[in-house]
């Protein structure tokens, strides 16, 4: 790091700029990969899967695929109640999608099902109802899924960009004991006839098995059940080489620490990134101080410690994913998880994960039940999705080492990457600052002097309207986010700031700083 002794720079009203150290020299502190922002679908999107069929809708396809590259996982509690069934008649909604998909190009828009949609839009809020409801209760139904339902899900993935992870039912068991691959093998056997190309999991949340159905499942079974399932794959020539994550355990509390323990000594020589879940709070009784709370923020430091101590005595060197996770559990909290205030949670942990060596981030969910969603049921992005579109724009692969004197760390945070090459505007040796301001008055950052003839351009996301942080919409630079048609996503304008600029972040609220050629050597 460069010494910086500098004075800190006075400001208006006495207030004082807090100084930026930033580690651009020698090698980066650390890495993640290409894929690094990942998205999920729910399951219980497939309790009635005539509502897959909303995955053909083409602005749903163009917010997704802006996103790519990445996974998509489909999983989920109710990963564990679905059947496949390759004999059964899909549902008219899936029917009719299929057809029109066959008379035309596979990744195509189709008009012709518009009405269909319509009627499934009109339904849907019962049908979320039912879907949080079952959730609460913890009574869970299995649910037949089709060859279509598997074609319609792989299609919106494909055609966005995305590569699907598919998550396989590990509730189905012999004798209550050992994993009953018979309808894996049948739904194996309908990708490998269609060439899809999937990564696969099985099981969602084991620690919990036993909540869900009465049945209870050990981590030496569970390890061994993977181990079943990866020679299964192995007998075919598509799947031979495919990938297998596991075992999307929940929060890192006593018990599930003990389960993953057993099941990476047993089974983790055969996936390939070990796989957990996080989320900071419970939608139910979540409150707005909850997501601006430092200490909230701050317990998800310590679940990611539990998780790599535990992966680091048992498969060293196995890349660690968050297979799931956002902001509330059960759903996400109602008027919270889908507002400007959700971003604080989402873009904290988008720097910590990678930050402590976090390789993939899977974000509950990108459309379906509940608040947590990036887009919502009439197919409007919220300011999540804003989020994560600006992280994907801006933020690279490599991450730098960055702190700050003059205020506190915890409530004035700050995160550190390469910028993105992929971005037409910017080139190698830039560098993003990204910041999160939790004070409630406006706050100062200074970069250091050796920076201070750069040019940085800002892209400063405020909340648009009288709600304010509760508001769900979102403005970038002063300008509000919204699609300029179906087909259209808006220009991500950046603010040019002058050499010597002081960066202000106001109250609440959180932004992107691309520092043009810092000439950065960890990122050249």
Not at 250 to 277: A, E, Y
Not at 394 to 401: E, F, I, R, S, Y
Request: hydrophobic fraction near 40%.
């Amino acid at each position: 790091l460069l010494p910086l002794l500098l004075p800190l720079l006075p400001l208006a009203a006495g207030r004082r700029a807090a100084v930026l150290r930033l580690g651009l020299r020698g090698s980066p502190r650390g890495g993640v990969g290409p894929a690094y922002l990942s998205l999920t679908l729910d399951a219980s999107l497939a309790r009635d899967p005539r509502y897959v069929a909303l995955l053909s809708n083409p602005k749903l396809r163009v917010l997704a695929t802006a996103l790519s590259p990445g996974f998509l996982r489909f999983g989920g509690t109710k990963t564990d109640f679905l059947i496949f069934d390759p004999n059964k008649d899909s549902t008219s909604e899936e029917k009719i999608l299929w057809e029109l998909q066959a008379q035309q190009e596979a990744c195509g828009s189709r008009p012709a099902f518009a009405a269909v949609e319509k009627l499934l839009l009109a339904q849907w809020p019962s049908q979320e109802k039912l879907i949080l409801a079952e959730h609460n209760w913890k009574k869970h139904k299995n649910t037949t899924i089709t060859r279509n339902t598997l074609d319609i899900l792989y299609s919106f993935a494909n055609c966005s960009g995305f590569h699907l992870i598919f998550g396989l039912n590990a509730l189905l068991r012999k004798d209550g004991l050992q994993w009953d691959s018979s309808n894996a093998r049948a739904l194996l056997d309908y990708c490998t006839s269609q060439r899809y190309n999937i990564s696969w999991e099985l099981g969602n949340e084991p620690n919990s098995f036993r909540k869900k159905s009465g049945i209870y499942i050990d981590g030496f079974q569970l390890g061994q059940d993977f181990i079943h399932l990866r020679q299964l794959l192995s007998n075919y020539t598509l799947y031979r080489h495919a990938k297998l994550y596991g075992p999307d355990v929940g929060q890192p509390r006593k018990h599930t620490q003990k389960l993953l323990r057993s099941f990476l000594k047993s089974g983790g020589k055969v996936i390939d990134s070990v796989t957990w879940h996080h989320y900071y709070v419970n939608g139910r009784s979540a409150t707005r101080e909850d997501f601006l709370s430092p200490e909230v923020l701050d317990t998800f430091v310590t679940a990611v410690h539990e998780v790599l101590e535990i992966v680091g005595g048992t498969v060293p060197n196995k890349k660690v994913w968050l297979g799931e996770t956002s902001s509330a559990y059960g759903g996400g909290a109602p008027r919270l998880s889908n507002t400007y205030v959700a971003g604080f949670m989402w873009l904290d942990k988008l720097g910590l994960s990678a930050r402590q060596g976090i390789d993939v981030v899977m974000r509950q969910v990108f459309f379906g039940a509940g608040t947590y969603h990036l887009v919502d049921a009439n197919f409007e992005p919220l300011p999540d999705y804003w989020l994560s579109l600006l992280y994907k724009k801006l933020v690279g692969t490599k991450v730098l080492q960055v702190s700050l004197v003059g205020a506190d760390e915890r409530k004035l945070r700050v995160y550190l990457h390469c910028t993105n090459t992929l971005h037409p505007k910017y080139r190698e040796g830039d560098v993003t600052l990204f910041a999160l301001n939790l004070y409630n008055v406006t706050q100062h950052l200074q970069l250091p002097n050796y920076l201070s003839s750069k040019h940085v351009d800002q892209y400063l996301l405020l909340p648009h309207g009288k709600e304010n942080i509760l508001s769900r919409s979102i403005e970038l630079n002063g300008r509000v986010l919204r699609m300029v048609d179906d087909k259209m996503l808006p220009e991500l304008i950046e603010k040019p700031l002058g050499p010597g600029s002081v960066l202000g972040l106001p109250a609440f609220s959180y932004g992107f700083y691309v520092i043009k050629n810092a000439k950065a050597i960890a990122c050249i």
